[in-house]
């Protein structure tokens, strides 16, 4: 069953990338989508589990099929309350309670599971992160993410922590680890319109992170972090560089990136925000770095920043050094 349950789980999360990747890319200033994108994820691996139940045939030991999600799971409690000591039995009660919406049951059997493997176990630890995530509970969303990281320490090649990793290091502005995690789906040998999907996500990250640069409206900088705030940059921190006119209004180009300081990066009028708003050669604005703890691209208290004037495509590399705290 085992076997059966990870493929199925992989062509559920990879056929999830059709719908939830697109509604993850979003400039900064835009809604979130995270929860659309972690909804729809749902709704397809729900139907995934429901087509398995009406058309499939599993059994666990000691338990008969049903025909309905109540009865199997409450099949599968009774054989846990007389075998608690089988943890692939609490994996499969895990899943069962997350394919119909029952995060808090699905985390506290996929909990039950963990302690039962010496070590932890990937399959668990991917599963309460998922249950967390799909929960909505913002509280604990940096608890979610943790449980994923440590899944992949102890299976690098999980799809559901790679799958959920993916998104959570796509939202906290780290392509790399993204494009990283994208990747090693695709070695995970998915049908070939789902590796185009995949392909497709990754092409998208390579273009964010090289992006077209227009030579005549080009911003160049050198992205450096002030000693005195070293200590002060907090963890998943997200970094936003924004274009301003002096006139006020919408930035006139914005790009959310790696945190990861010090950093080259240039912008243009290929990187505006708002159609038939977008820099002029020769205009002069300002420019800002700031890096969000709260991965939100408006300012809050505790904000990192810095700020320096520019000419767009004639002041050449410039360096902007974060060397303020927003109050």
Do not use: C
Request: glycine letters at 8%; aromatic letters at 6%.
């Amino acid at each position: 069953m085992t076997g059966f349950v990870l493929t199925a789980l992989l062509l559920a999360l990879i056929a999830a990338l059709f719908v939830a990747l697109p509604l993850l890319r979003r400039r900064p200033g835009a809604p979130p989508a995270v929860i659309a994108a972690a909804v729809s994820v749902l709704a397809l691996i729900a139907a995934s589990a429901l087509l398995y139940r009406l058309i499939g045939s599993h059994s666990w030991t000691g338990v008969a099929g049903a025909d309905d999600a109540a009865g199997s799971i409450g099949q599968l409690a009774r054989h846990l309350e007389a075998q608690p000591e089988d943890q692939a039995g609490w994996l499969s009660l895990g899943a069962a309670y997350g394919g119909i919406g029952e995060y808090a049951l699905a985390l506290r059997a996929y909990e039950r599971a963990n302690r039962l493997a010496p070590g932890g176990d990937a399959t668990a630890l991917a599963g309460m992160g998922e249950a967390l995530l799909l929960s909505g509970d913002s509280a604990r969303a940096q608890q979610a993410a943790d449980f994923i990281e440590h899944a992949l320490q102890l299976d690098q090649h999980s799809p559901k922590a790679l799958f959920y990793g993916a998104i959570i290091a796509y939202r906290q502005g780290h392509l790399d680890v993204a494009r990283a995690r994208f990747t090693a789906m695709l070695a995970l040998s998915p049908p070939e319109h789902v590796r185009a999907a995949l392909q497709k996500e990754i092409d998208d990250i390579d273009a964010r992170q090289h992006p077209a640069v227009d030579a005549a409206t080009a911003i160049q900088l050198h992205l450096t972090l002030a000693a005195k705030l070293a200590g002060k940059v907090p963890a998943n921190a997200s970094l936003f560089v924004f274009v301003r006119s002096p006139d006020g209004g919408p930035p006139l180009a914005a790009r959310r990136v790696d945190p990861t300081l010090p950093q080259d990066l240039q912008l243009s009028a290929a990187d505006s925000m708002v159609a038939g708003r977008s820099l002029s050669a020769g205009q002069s604005v300002s420019v800002i770095a700031r890096i969000s703890a709260s991965g939100s691209p408006l300012t809050r208290s505790g904000d990192l920043y810095g700020q320096i004037d520019y000419v767009a495509g004639k002041s050449g590399p410039r360096t902007l050094e974060i060397d303020r705290l927003s109050p």
